[in-house]
T-cell receptor, first 113, second 112 residues
């Protein structure tokens, strides 16, 4: 299973863009990059995912490098409510007919006024 | 649309007891996965069910079991509770076992 490396913590000023990096140098060609976030003691919230191309939705943008060894989650205008732990996950190929998400320690993002 | 729901929200048990946690998936989702999150760590995969069959199991002892019902809801059972079973138990649902998983709010279990 491909592992991910994220900085343990980051700060961001309210209203500015938050750029959260993730390294996944052992990713395989058919593995997706997923991002979830977890606000204190709540269930993880799905944000976005991608395979090769950059993706954007109403919450965030996902930029994946051409070699797919790293990615960046961008929150374009961070608010205080974006303070959370952000998890970058490489979703393993559904071998054996099932799919599990492997969570690391994530990045604790603090958005301050 | 209703998201994934879990019950109860909180639970206190004593060592040696048994507990049953319940999960209702998003309407139309046929796969349910269970995760355990110990304080300070990321969630760990316990089980995945799809179309009422166990499709995958994480590295958890046989004290942990689950099932999925014809309406795709699911129960997680833990027998002979240990102090170390204290955690947030998360349920996630998806259309199939390969699709994006959406999490519920969790059940917080405290074992005394």
């Amino acid at each position: 299973d491909a592992k991910t490396t994220q900085p343990p913590s980051m700060d961001c000023a309210e209203g500015r863009a938050a750029n959260l990096p993730c390294n996944h140098s052992t990713i395989s060609g058919n593995e997706y990059v997923y991002w979830y976030r977890q606000i204190h003691s709540q269930g993880p919230q799905y944000i976005i995912h991608g395979l090769k191309n950059n993706e954007t939705n109403e919450m965030a943008s996902l930029i994946i490098t051409e070699d797919r060894k790293s990615s960046t989650l961008i929150l374009p205008h961070a608010t205080l409510r974006d303070t959370a732990v952000y998890y970058c996950i490489v979703r393993p190929h559904a071998s054996g007919g099932y799919n599990k998400l492997i969570f690391g320690a994530g990045t604790r993002l603090a958005v301050h006024p | 649309d209703a998201g994934v729901t879990q019950s109860p929200t909180h639970l206190i048990k004593t060592r040696g007891q048994q507990v049953t946690l319940r999960c209702s998936p998003i309407s139309g989702h046929k796969s349910v996965s269970w995760y355990q999150q110990v304080l300070g760590q990321g969630p760990q995969f316990i089980f995945q069910y799809y179309e009422k069959e166990e499709r995958g199991r994480g590295n958890f002892p046989d004290r942990f079991s689950a099932r999925q019902f014809p309406n795709y809801s699911s129960e997680l059972n833990v027998n002979a509770l240990l102090l170390g079973d204290s955690a947030l138990y998360l349920c996630a649902s998806s259309w199939t076992f390969e699709e994006t998983q959406y999490f519920g709010p969790g059940t917080r279990l405290l074992v005394l």
